[in-house]
């Protein structure tokens, strides 16, 4: 169990900007062991942001989306791994708190401590069997970030005759863990796979993930898994593409100055990150919707048009990216495996 650190998101911020040099120093030995190294556990969990997403009433933080992407995207700058991690880790350990019976959290969110928890809590790749009181739970289950650090691991699963999707938190100790986490990437997040064989899970502990059957938190933990998912990733993306363009810096700027390849990716990044976090100025401008429609802003005379979904999209000639002895758009193609298209 973790000890709730009682900390605003600013002094979160502060404290992952001091810890950024022991991140650094123990980068290297966390790649080596293929997960964060004690001292790097600890200051993770001492700075506060593992409550990020965890509802207020449990202690938690219970961050806006806006500021969940503003902490992520601190932490992987630091280091592309434990920013990996530790989105997952708060994601999943918020949704237990999000979702489980109030039994369920009297135990494990008492005292100011709560668990850790690593999984994933929507791929329904087990399968389970009703008992009393609960279900019998089986299956395997892949690349679980934050393994090494979980107290506990979601389980979803399937179950047999009503095909009911559920999801059951299980204790680590409970589950066979497969240290098989060996690859090129992000090695320190000890993405483990993990089985359980006719494990017992008590009711209380088992749930339907989804907005509408949210318990308890603000808007961040009524979010679906998928857009909580690419809150995080797109955060996480932020922050490495940001400590890229810091590491090109020294070469762009040699070989370019103020027109070097970081200073013009750092633009474009600026830009992103700008739309991400700010509010739309204009709320009643008309935008284009998925069809391809596009109108005027009010009072330009401008008319409407609206793009058919058969027309081929406008290139300008010479465009770039398209070579000028090609079509300007190339269609699906089916068949093949990977569905390819020429990007316009």
Request: aromatic content about 4%; proline content about 6%; charged content about 20%.
């Amino acid at each position: 169990m973790t000890t709730a650190v009682q900390v605003s998101i600013r002094e979160v911020l502060a404290r992952l900007d001091d810890i950024h040099p022991l991140l650094q120093a123990e980068a290297e030995d966390s790649e080596r062991l293929r997960r964060p190294t004690p001292a790097v556990q600890d200051a993770v969990k001492d700075s506060g942001v593992l409550a990020l997403m965890i509802p207020a009433e449990l202690g938690g933080l219970e961050a806006t989306p806006l500021r969940i992407l503003e902490v992520i995207e601190k932490l992987s700058h630091s280091d592309a791994s434990l920013g990996w991690l530790v989105r997952a880790l708060a994601a999943e350990t918020a949704a237990a708190a999000t979702y489980l019976s109030d039994e369920a959290v009297a135990e494990l969110f008492a005292d100011g401590a709560f668990p850790l928890v690593a999984g994933q809590s929507t791929g329904t790749t087990g399968h389970a069997v009703r008992g009393p009181g609960g279900l019998r739970v089986s299956g395997s289950w892949q690349f679980a970030p934050g393994v090494s650090m979980a107290t506990h691991l979601t389980v979803p699963v399937t179950v047999d005759g009503s095909g009911e999707r559920l999801t059951c938190l299980v204790p680590r100790s409970r589950l066979q863990i497969s240290d098989n986490w060996d690859m090129l990437g992000l090695r320190a997040t000890a993405s483990l796979d993990y089985t359980a064989d006719e494990v017992a899970v008590d009711g209380g502990y088992i749930v339907r993930i989804g907005p509408d059957n949210a318990r308890r938190g603000g808007v961040v933990n009524r979010l679906s898994p998928a857009l909580l998912s690419g809150l995080n990733q797109a955060a996480w993306s932020q922050g490495v593409g940001r400590r890229l363009l810091d590491e090109l810096a020294p070469a762009g700027s040699a070989q370019g100055g103020h027109y070097g390849l970081a200073a013009r990716w750092g633009r474009v990044l600026r830009r992103v990150r700008s739309a991400l976090l700010s509010r739309p100025r204009h709320p009643g401008t008309a935008h284009a919707d998925v069809a391809g429609q596009r109108e005027s802003s009010p009072g330009t005379g401008a008319t409407e048009r609206r793009t058919r979904d058969d027309d081929p999209p406008r290139v300008q000639p010479g465009h770039a990216d398209v070579p000028r002895d090609q079509p300007s758009h190339a269609p699906l193609r089916r068949g093949t495996g990977d569905a390819q298209r020429t990007l316009q």
